[in-house]
C-alpha cells in the first residue's frame, strides 16, 4: 500500500497549484481519500476529503471556495486544485486514504495510510 503525492512548489500569493496523490497497492475507488496540510511546529490540519461511493467532498472552511478535492479512480489518483492561494496555505501537504464516518472526517486517526508529503511555499 503505497500513497504517493506530488505537485507542490513555490507560488506567489493569488497563484494555484494542482496537487497529485497516486495510490498503489490498492483500488483507491474502495476508500476516502483526504488532504490534510502541516506547518513544521504545529499540529497536522485537516484540509479536505472526499469520500468513496458518491463522492461527497468536504472542506475547512479556511480553504472553501478556493481548494476543490477531486479524484480518477480509473487512474487510481486523487487531486487537490488550490486556487487564490494565501501566505497562511504554505505548509507540508500529505495525502491519506480511509474509511471514516461522517463525525471522524477531520481527524487524522480515522486514515491508515500516509502519503510522503509535498510541500507547497505561497511567498512573493
Known amino acids: 500500500v503505497q500513497l504517493q503525492a506530488s505537485g507542490g512548489g513555490l507560488v506567489q500569493p493569488g497563484g494555484a497549484l494542482r496537487l497529485s496523490c497516486v495510490a498503489s497497492g490498492f483500488t483507491l475507488g474502495h476508500y476516502a481519500i483526504a488532504w490534510f496540510r502541516q506547518v513544521p511546529g504545529k499540529e497536522r490540519e485537516w484540509v479536505s476529503t472526499i469520500r468513496n461511493g458518491g463522492g461527497s467532498t468536504y472542506y475547512a472552511d479556511s480553504v472553501k471556495g478556493r481548494f476543490t478535492i477531486s479524484r480518477n479512480n480509473g487512474q487510481n489518483t486523487a487531486y487537490l486544485q488550490m486556487n487564490s492561494l494565501k501566505a497562511e496555505d504554505t505548509a507540508i501537504y500529505y495525502c491519506?486514504?480511509?474509511?471514516?464516518?461522517?463525525?471522524?472526517?477531520?481527524?487524522?486517526?480515522?486514515?491508515?495510510?500516509w502519503g510522503q508529503g509535498t510541500l507547497v511555499t505561497v511567498s512573493s
Open positions: 491519506a486514504r480511509g474509511r471514516p464516518i461522517l463525525s471522524s472526517m477531520r481527524n487524522s486517526g480515522a486514515y491508515d495510510s
